[in-house]
């Protein structure tokens, strides 16, 4: 069965610093990959996704992401946070099934 | 305009009482799911609905059954609940099934079993 994996459960930082979640998958075919973001008090929303193209993806509100093939891995960016980018991040896989599998989650909390 | 909705946002009950939540969705999507989220935060399948036909039945308690009347509802039926099923369940809609379809979820309804 294939699993995803975020390794950090919770990070903290200031406004203006850079963000990098890290998202590992362990499934070895063709997957689409996901980042939903859940604001405090908010839904579950999309960031940004990747099919296939440019590893390269770029989602709403200045995230980023990259797929690398080789490390199974679809980690997130941001050059620098804002306080409004506190929030829970969900890193989810398909395995061109169907189902969507999610991360554990990680919690960003941005200090002003 | 709400897309994905669900009642109700809270449910506090007693262990081995019945309950169902419901979900409703006005994107005219054609496929519906059930996630519980729990404790840690991990979000877990449940059910899948396409055209309301069950798509996915992950191992899940046969006490949870979930009820499609249309394409637009799908409720989840809670007999005898424990102290165990103490989540939060979210439901969530897309166009298609799962693959490379985005999918819209509700605020979450917050279970609490006593």
């Known amino acids: 069965a294939q699993s995803v994996s975020q390794h950090n459960h919770h990070v903290i930082l200031s406004e203006a610093a850079s963000l990098e979640l890290g998202c590992n998958y362990s499934y070895g075919g063709t997957v689409n990959l996901f980042w939903y973001v859940q604001y405090p008090g908010q839904h579950l929303q999309l960031l940004l996704k990747y099919f296939s193209g440019d590893p390269l993806v770029k989602g709403i509100k200045g995230f980023e992401a990259e797929f690398i093939k080789s490390k199974f891995s679809f980690n997130l960016r941001k050059p620098s946070v804002q306080w409004s980018d506190t929030a829970e991040y969900f890193c989810?896989?398909?395995?061109?099934?169907?189902?969507?599998?999610f991360g554990a989650g990680t919690t960003v909390t941005v200090r002003a | 305009d709400t897309a994905v909705s669900q009642t109700p946002k809270y449910l506090v009950t007693q262990m081995g009482n019945d309950k169902s939540i419901k979900c409703e969705q006005n994107l005219g999507h054609d496929t519906m799911y059930w996630y519980k989220q729990d404790s840690k935060k991990f979000l877990k399948i449940m059910f899948s609905y396409n055209n309301k036909e069950l798509i996915i039945n992950e191992t899940v308690p046969n006490r949870f059954s979930p009820k499609s009347p249309d394409k637009a509802h799908l409720n989840l039926h809670i007999n005898s609940l424990e102290l165990g099923d103490s989540a939060v369940y979210f439901c969530?809609?897309?166009?298609?099934?799962?693959?490379?379809?985005?999918?819209?979820f509700g605020p979450g309804t917050r279970l609490t079993v006593l």
């Open positions: 969530a809609s897309s166009q298609g099934l799962a693959g490379r379809a985005e999918q819209f």
């Open positions: 989810a896989v398909n395995a061109n099934d169907y189902k969507l599998s």
